[in-house]
């Protein structure tokens, strides 16, 4: 004897005395989620911000772009006493560094404070060399025009200084009064030196904008 087994289908009320069970809304469920998801977005929204100050106050000034002001006039006339810059510093990572660029770097090593702003002039593997007020990289002279005056004092350029492949030869606009690469105490400036490169003038107004 064998018994089929078939499936059934639930149907609704059929007359007016039956009626659906509705379970009753439980407001404590509800509160306890929505709280659970306020703190969540709360905390999403806290760690935002924190990574974001983090980005602002130590990696940008560090690794991306940074304020300066120029501090005499060894760069007159492109650039003068007090004006506020912004630097770079990604172009010197990558050796995108181009003759006539201009540089922030720390003279003395990155273990002082002191740092120059200079006219980048020899770049690395260059032979640089100053006779009679001119300037020659690998035996041809140069033609540059950001500085008017002619160079009374070629320091130790009156000899052949050949750059190395991590240095860099600088040179003040206002030659003939800039302390740079020429001046013994200050040399080739090495790529770890570097702090980076000038792209744009935000004081005065008056000049705001990029530099050339």
Request: charged share 30%.
């Amino acid at each position: 004897m064998s018994t089929d087994f078939k499936e059934t289908e639930i149907q609704g009320p059929t007359n007016e005395n039956q009626f659906e069970y509705e379970e009753p809304y439980n407001a404590v469920n509800t509160v306890t989620k929505n709280s659970k998801s306020n703190m969540k977005g709360f905390l999403s929204d806290l760690i935002f911000y924190a990574v974001l100050i983090f980005v602002c106050i130590y990696i940008l000034p560090n690794y991306v772009i940074q304020r300066t002001i120029v501090e005499g006039s060894s760069m007159a006339e492109t650039l003068q006493d007090g004006e506020h810059l912004y630097v770079e510093k990604i172009s010197y990572r990558f050796n995108a560094i181009d003759r006539f660029d201009i540089i922030v770097f720390y003279p003395y090593g990155r273990d002082h404070d002191d740092y120059y702003v200079k006219r980048v002039i020899g770049l690395p593997g260059e032979t640089v060399q100053i006779i009679d007020g001119k300037i020659y990289i690998n035996g041809e002279i140069l033609e540059e025009d950001y500085s008017k005056d002619e160079i009374r004092d070629p320091g130790r350029a009156a000899q052949p200084i050949h750059l190395a492949e991590d240095e860099y030869f600088v040179m003040g606009d206002n030659r003939n009064i800039s302390k740079d690469s020429r001046d013994g105490d200050i040399g080739n400036v090495k790529k770890k030196n570097i702090g980076g490169r000038v792209i744009f003038r935000i004081l005065p107004f008056s000049k705001f904008g990029t530099i050339d």
